[in-house]
């Protein structure tokens, strides 16, 4: 190897040594701070351990619950918040905050100077990014925690942008107690979010987290107010405010105590809670203003109650079924009450409530008509004697005053006819199975009068069903619950029946009728009462609302002089006057409709014959031997038209009826087979019935063969 020719001196030679070696360790000490920044990255857990909300559909607060160790804790951010209270947080904490990079190096300059003079800390030197750091990692408050909070603070400054270093602080800030960010803040102090603050409540909340426990305005009022004070004169120095609006939001009086957190709908959220224990939030289509209306007008009811009872509302949209308000119990805190059980979940005898259901049924198997003329008299059905509410009879009458005016012994008969098992079938298929007594499981005839049991979330669920057209679908408590099409229960010309029955009932005394100028709206509602005086209960709908009521003792017992009439629908009505008008108007009739009167209607449903259960004990049983229920039936077709479905029937009394979707067939009557001609593909319900009065029916699919 060739010898430079002029070889660099020796005393070149350890610069550029001492050069190299500087120059490692930078390297070194660069990819330390590199792999402790990812073998050690900020704790984010406090910020993410925040306490469970759930919101109104307006996305405002309805209740929540405390996060770990017990502490109110809501996730804040710029957004939330005031722009004031922004510009008076960063004016006073930390003026250069948009451009040092964690660490603000004028600060820290300021602060060791003035502690070189003065032998003691004078000011702070602390930037937000550097207390963000604190509030996530907690810890003493020396030179070690001191350094690690400055690292902290650069580690946070290189992953996050400002927007989100600001959300840290916001959402852990101490204000007193178990109170951290600023939302809980404005919320347990001022009584509302801290999107629109006054000056003197934003300079409360810049000042508090200095000092939370000293300087608490409920325990040291002048302390709080100076410090709040001390505030509004920087900001009027700094230009954040002028004099005259620092002079004013002085005299602005200081919080005396705490208010409570929201708290509105709570048997929900602890519904919704205990569904999704790991959210954090929880959404719902409840109206916050009209739930906080409906919990007052439950507790003002309790006036009027025993001591020990209760009141439990629902109210759905119909179109999308949508819960707007659900107040489980007329006071949460009251033991005596068992005010923390959701009565709207309990299950309870629905006494006449499933009347409509009952009579829909029979409008749809042409068993009767609104006009039909049918005997109340006391009759014995088997071993059964059904009697009225007040052990009267009325009588001949038709099926619209029968329903209107709640009598058993007609609904008794006509559900004799439509079939218990029948009707508990139907309901189970489309998602409201009734709930029966261990020593009597099988369904009958008093399931009509309340012999079974329902909750107040099904009963509301099948009225909203009679508001669309006989479409049963499951409410939805927010938007997470699909919107689900709903399953046939009755056909709309059974639910138009039913409406134009129960527009026209009798209101209770209390209620203006409906026609008066004082009620507009038109509302179709029922009443029950249980065996006993337990149970009261109203259900209602109109064109886009359905509400129900129930009242009565938690624990069961006997509540004598309360039933429907006079206890539930009042306060049905009351609720009502509380909903916006509906935009949409009553149904028109469907083609089905037959708004003929008694003279005009066929023969067959002019008078309907009250028939014993032991009457027909001798006839043979009427069933649909095809199609087969619940198949899927395949039909050829020609130039577009399905080809003719067969059908036929076993057992029963001539002359045989039938009926498909609610349609009479032209068929021989005094045959057991006939054909119907589909229009179209799709869901069939067809119903065949004898001259004793049997029925059968059956639900099939019908396609189009390939």
């Not at 039933?563 to 108007?585: K, M």
Request: charged fraction near 20%.
């Amino acid at each position: 190897m060739p010898i430079p020719k002029n070889p660099p001196p020796d005393h070149w030679l350890v610069p550029r040594r001492r050069l190299s070696g500087w120059l490692a360790a930078v390297v070194l000490a660069t990819f330390a701070v590199v792999a402790l920044d990812h073998w050690l990255p900020p704790w984010l857990d406090r910020a993410r351990q925040t306490s469970a909300l759930v919101l109104d559909a307006q996305g405002r607060v309805l209740r929540g619950f405390t996060a770990d160790g017990g502490v109110w804790r809501l996730p804040a951010g710029p957004e939330n918040v005031d722009p004031l209270y922004l510009r008076m947080l960063l004016a006073y904490e930390d003026q250069r905050f948009a451009i040092h990079p964690g660490v603000d190096p004028l600060a820290a300059a300021r602060a060791l100077g003035q502690w070189l003079r003065q032998g003691r800390v004078v000011s702070g030197a602390s930037t937000l990014t550097m207390q963000a750091a604190r509030l996530l990692e907690p810890h003493p408050r020396d030179l070690a925690g001191k350094v690690k909070e400055m690292l902290r603070a650069l580690q946070l400054e290189r992953r996050y942008d400002k927007d989100e270093i600001l959300s840290f602080y916001l959402t852990l800030a101490p204000y007193g107690g178990n109170l951290e960010g600023v939302r809980v803040a404005s919320l347990a102090w001022f009584g509302k979010e801290p999107g629109r603050l006054t000056a003197a409540e934003a300079a409360l909340l810049v000042v508090l987290p200095q000092a939370p426990s000293r300087l608490r305005p409920d325990r040291f009022p002048e302390r709080a107010r100076a410090a709040r004070d001390k505030v509004l004169l920087r900001m009027s120095q700094v230009g954040v405010l002028t004099s005259r609006q620092a002079a004013e939001a002085r005299q602005e009086p200081l919080p005396v105590r705490l208010r409570p957190l929201p708290f509105l709908a709570p048997h929900l959220a602890d519904r919704l809670r205990t569904a999704r224990p790991d959210a954090t939030l929880h959404h719902t289509f409840i109206d916050r203003d009209l739930q906080q209306t409906l919990e007052t007008l439950a507790r003002q009811q309790q006036s009027s109650l025993e001591p020990d009872s209760s009141v439990a509302l629902l109210v759905v949209a119909n179109r999308d079924r949508r819960v707007l308000a659900y107040v489980g119990a007329s006071d949460f805190f009251d033991p005596r009450r068992a005010g923390q059980l959701d009565l709207i979940r309990a299950i309870r005898s629905p006494g006449s409530t499933l009347k409509p259901l009952v009579y829909g049924l029979g409008f749809d198997d042409l068993l009767i008509h609104p006009e039909t003329l049918i005997e109340d008299a006391p009759t014995r059905f088997g071993g059964y004697s059904p009697t009225n509410f007040h052990n009267t009879y009325a009588g001949q009458l038709t099926v619209r005053e029968a329903l209107q005016q709640s009598l058993n012994v007609p609904a008794v008969a006509v559900l004799e006819r439509v079939g218990p098992a029948r009707v508990a079938a139907r309901l189970r298929e489309v998602g409201l199975p009734l709930h029966w007594r261990a020593a009597h499981p099988q369904p009958g005839l008093p399931l009509v009068l309340g012999g079974v049991g329902m909750t107040l979330e099904e009963l509301v669920t099948l009225y909203a069903g009679f508001a669309n057209g006989g479409l049963i679908a499951p409410l939805r408590f927010g938007p997470a619950d699909p919107e689900s099409p709903g399953r046939p229960l009755l056909t709309e010309t059974a639910c138009w029946y039913l409406a134009e029955i129960l527009r026209t009932a009798p209101t209770p005394g209390q209620v203006p009728t409906p026609n008066s100028v004082a009620r507009p709206r038109v509302i179709a509602h029922k009443t029950g009462t249980s065996y006993g005086f337990r149970d009261a209960w109203a259900l209602g709908y109109d064109a886009d609302y359905t509400v129900g009521v129930w009242v009565g003792r938690p624990d069961g017992s006997p509540s004598p002089g309360h039933y429907g009439r006079n206890t539930a629908a009042p306060l049905l009505f009351r609720v009502f006057d509380l909903l916006p008008e509906p935009a949409s108007r009553p149904a028109a009739p469907p083609a089905g409709a037959l708004q003929l009167s008694r003279e005009q209607l066929p023969e067959r449903l002019r008078y309907f014959r009250t028939r014993p259960a032991l009457e027909t004990a001798s006839a043979s049983p009427l069933s649909i031997t095809f199609p087969v229920a619940g198949s899927t039936v395949e039909l050829p077709s020609h130039d577009g038209a399905l080809a003719g479905l067969p059908l036929a029937a076993r057992g029963g009394v001539k002359p045989l009826r039938w009926l498909v979707n609610g349609q009479p067939l032209a068929a021989d009557p005094w045959r057991r087979e006939t054909f119907w001609p589909p229009d179209g593909a799709g869901l069939a319900r067809i119903v065949v019935l004898d001259q004793a009065g049997q029925t059968a029916s059956v639900e099939v699919w019908i396609s189009r063969s390939q």
